[in-house]
């Protein structure tokens, strides 16, 4: 399939679907790393790659990418079959959700902006809930915002994965001790708000056995989308 055959197709399908691709060839073209058939972004920003096929010559291609950079993390909308160069890490089924609510009201208000100087803060944080990856280099995707008390970093949110008309909204997480006071929900209407004014749609990803996070977004005006596969692989080679 030549080059021109390849975009046109990504082209034909909703943007989402190939969500990696689509923000590395606009909004993120700055963090892309790779060639025309597979992208990624930087290990320490992000570890999600996209590619444009499955032929041969690109998986080859994926292969030197995680051999120089580690694990990368696919979300496709139809099963990947990972060949035997690679290990699969993990995989899991994720709900694309889009919002599509009415104006927003209640966003937080008592928030900080987050920046290079509270990355050791934002590690702990989502070391300690796990919403999904992380790295010290993550907040330059976007805006990241969170709250604090007495100093302490205790629940944040931020944009993650930014294309032409979409920004995707992650790395919600509260502290244990600070749960059920509504903070996330606060921080996400911030966050939808800051989105909507740019003239974008926020979007997220969840696990699909994550069913406690798809209702509370639901109520936050979020509907599902559609079903991806999120498969993280590494290097069988070594």
Same mark, same amino acid.
């Given at each position: 399939?030549?080059?021109?055959?390849?975009?046109?197709?990504?082209?034909?399908? %909703? $943007?989402?679907? =190939?969500?990696?691709? =689509?923000?590395?060839?606009?909004? %993120?073209?700055?963090?892309?790393?790779?060639?025309?058939?597979?992208l990624r972004y930087p290990a320490a920003v992000a570890p999600?790659?996209?590619?444009?096929?499955?032929? $041969?010559?690109?998986?080859?291609?994926? %292969?030197?990418?995680?051999?120089? %950079?580690?694990?990368?993390?696919?979300?496709?909308?139809?099963?990947?079959?990972?060949p035997g160069q690679f290990t699969v890490v993990r995989h899991a089924k994720l709900a694309q959700m889009?919002?599509?609510?009415?104006?927003?009201?209640?966003?937080?208000?008592?928030?900080? *902006?987050?920046?290079?100087?509270?990355?050791?803060?934002?590690?702990?944080l989502t070391t300690a809930t796990q919403p999904g990856p992380?790295?010290? *280099?993550?907040?330059e995707l976007g805006n990241y915002y969170g709250i604090r008390s007495h100093g302490r970093l205790i629940a944040m949110a931020g944009e993650r994965m930014r294309l032409d008309?979409?920004?995707?909204?992650?790395?919600?997480?509260?502290? $244990?001790?600070? *749960?059920?006071?509504?903070?996330? =929900?606060?921080?996400m209407k911030l966050l939808i708000a800051t989105i909507r004014e740019r003239g974008e749609v926020p979007f997220l990803h969840v696990l699909t056995s994550n069913q406690g996070a798809i209702a509370l977004y639901r109520t936050l005006g979020f509907v599902e989308r559609a079903e991806l596969h999120l498969t993280v692989i590494g290097d069988a080679t070594r």
């Open positions: 399939m030549s080059d021109v055959t390849v975009h046109e197709a990504i082209d034909s399908v %909703h $943007p989402l679907d =190939n969500v990696t691709w =689509n923000a590395l060839t606009s909004k %993120h073209r700055a963090f892309a790393e790779g060639d025309g058939r597979v999600f790659t996209a590619i444009t096929d499955t032929l $041969p010559s690109t998986f080859d291609a994926l %292969h030197a990418l995680v051999q120089r %950079h580690g694990v990368s993390a696919l979300t496709t909308r139809e099963a990947l079959a990972v889009v919002w599509q609510g009415e104006a927003v009201t209640g966003a937080a208000t008592d928030y900080v *902006r987050l920046g290079e100087r509270d990355v050791r803060d934002m590690m702990s992380f790295g010290v *280099r993550t907040f008309g979409f920004t995707e909204i992650s790395a919600v997480c509260v502290d $244990p001790e600070f *749960r059920g006071k509504g903070l996330a =929900n606060g921080l």
